[in-house]
């Protein structure tokens, strides 16, 4: 929730003539709430649900059917982490990322795809990290990694800026990656608004994350090609 509350307190910083207010849609399969609970095996007590605007329909008989329609066009594609969806629900949400990317995001300078956590796996999972630096939640690296296999994963980062991709760690760095894109994109005085606003210590070097080294992950270049990044 770090990142959405960073876009919710944003929202009431950029409202001039020149910048319209803006709206949040939530998308899930079949419009269902989206929970923190797993489907199976051991949860929480303090799960949460967040209710859908829209949904897609997704058919495993006709995996590559048109899954927009009815799903308003965005600039900004936020995919969330943490336990992840079961298996059995991957492939639909990866196809509705591959297909939402490739028709709203992809080739546009100005619009994102923005991943907090494991759902750095998803996006990896519908091609979109291919041939690119990404990073992901330290704990699941060796859980997520093997979704991009074309993608260089960097163990120390707290978010990989790639343009009009964006890849961060956990949900503290999904925040602090949050700051940073908008820093980048409506300036530091805002940025500044927004911190001040949360009254969050934000974190600024994407590559202060001590988490690689505490678990024991390293980088995994993959098929990607790429050179190591530099630090």
């Not at 639909?92 to 619009?111: P, T």
């Not at 750095?120 to 699941?140: E, F, H, P, R, S």
Request: charge should be negative; proline fraction near 9%.
């Amino acid at each position: 929730m770090g990142p959405l509350e960073a876009l919710n307190t944003l929202s009431r910083n950029v409202t001039d003539d020149t910048t319209p207010p803006f709206s949040l849609n939530i998308i899930t399969s079949h419009s269902r709430p989206a929970s923190t609970a797993p489907k199976t095996g051991q949860g929480s007590l303090v799960n949460q649900q967040v209710i859908a605007t829209h949904g897609y329909c997704y058919d495993p008989q006709n995996p590559t059917a048109d899954l927009l329609d009815g799903i308003p066009e965005a600039e900004f594609l936020l995919v969330p982490g943490g336990l992840g969806p079961p298996n059995d629900e991957r492939p639909g949400i990866a196809e509705f990322i591959k297909q939402y990317h490739a028709a709203y995001l992809k080739g546009h300078e100005d619009r994102y795809l923005f991943t907090v956590c494991t759902g750095a796996g998803l996006a990896a999972q519908a091609g979109c990290l291919d041939d690119i630096y990404a990073t992901t939640n330290k704990v699941a690296w060796k859980y997520v990694t093997p979704y991009g296999p074309k993608t260089y994963w960097i163990a120390d980062a707290r978010w990989v800026d790639q343009g009009n991709i964006w890849t961060t760690s956990g949900v503290s760095a999904g925040t602090d990656g949050m700051i940073a894109w908008m820093s980048k994109i409506y300036g530091r005085d805002i940025a500044e608004k927004v911190t001040d606003g949360m009254e969050y210590n934000v974190m600024s070097d994407p590559r202060n994350d001590p988490f690689g080294k505490r678990l024991n992950v390293q980088d995994v270049p993959g098929q990607s090609g790429l050179p190591p990044p530099e630090t």
